[in-house]
Nanobody, 118 residues
Framework: VQLVESGGGKVQAGGSLTLSCAAS????????MAWYRQVPGQQRELVAS???????KYADAIKGRFTISRDDAKRTVSLQMNSLKPEDTAVYYC?????????????WGEGTQVTVSL
């Protein structure tokens, strides 16, 4: 397993959770890291991404509520989720784009469930 996620769980609306993803087993040079989410029966969607230069992008649905960050020394990426809403309920997946000798690789975590109740 190349990407290991943690931090999912159940929370009431308005609460907070922090997701973490460790890519410590990857030996490649990591470029972009991101969080996606997927609801059963729907396509996986991008939540937030962060470049190796620290530039972050967010989906409109979570702007102002979620913050993505990365620690390149620890090879981790985190997603701080505040003011959670029931519609944020999904399986959240960590993603990493990496390069090794000019070859591009994509890695996915196994997913962690986030459930937000009223």
């Amino acid at each position: 397993v190349q990407l290991v996620e943690s931090g999912g769980g159940k929370v009431q609306a308005g609460g907070s959770l922090t997701l973490s993803c460790a890519a410590s087993s990857l030996t490649h040079s990591i470029n972009e890291m991101a969080w996606y989410r997927q609801v059963p029966g729907q396509q996986r969607e991008l939540v937030a991404s962060i470049s190796n230069g620290g530039s972050a992008k967010y989906a409109d649905a979570i702007k102002g509520r979620f913050t993505i960050s990365r620690d390149d020394a620890k090879r981790t990426v985190s997603l701080q989720m505040n003011s959670l809403k029931p519609e944020d309920t999904a399986v959240y997946y960590c993603y990493a784009e990496a390069f090794l000798e000019f070859h591009r690789y994509e890695y996915w975590g196994e997913g962690t469930q986030v459930t937000v109740s009223l």
